[in-house]
Nanobody
Framework: VQLQASGGGLVQAGGSLRLSCAASGNILSTNAMGWYRQAPGKERELVAEVRSYETNYADAVKGRFTLSRDSSKNTVNLQMNGLKPEDTAVYYC????????????????WGQGTQVTVSS
């Protein structure tokens, strides 16, 4: 299984960016997909995830970020509006997936990080 992330970049405070992540491979079911981020000197933290039909957001991004999922394509998109300098981090796609080889257990997969930089 591979998670292919795209998007990110440099934007001024108040601007918007969109991150996308697509999962591919021997996928039987996707139990959760979402995004984490890690700023320099800080631990990786959850930004947003969709698990079953429930979407959870970190308090810091509620009202500004929107996570959407296309289950048929195993993709998630993170629309980030009203970006702040404190949103600057490397963003990682994450998924809990049941594969042909792990069934019935799920495995956790990570995509490559994508840099988001918000200038003040």
């Amino acid at each position: 299984v591979q998670l292919q992330a795209s998007g990110g970049g440099l934007v001024q405070a108040g601007g918007s960016l969109r991150l996308s992540c697509a999962a591919s491979g021997n996928i039987l079911s996707t139990n959760a997909m979402g995004w984490y981020r890690q700023a320099p000197g800080k631990e990786r933290e959850l930004v947003a995830e969709v698990r079953s039909y429930e979407t959870n957001y970190a308090d810091a991004v509620k009202g500004r970020f929107t996570l959407s999922r296309d289950s048929s394509k195993n993709t998630v998109n993170l629309q980030m509006n009203g970006l702040k300098p404190e949103d600057t981090a490397v963003y990682y796609c994450n998924a809990d997936i049941v594969t042909m080889f792990s069934h019935p257990r799920q495995e956790t997969f990570w995509g490559q990080g994508t840099q988001v930089t918000v200038s003040s």
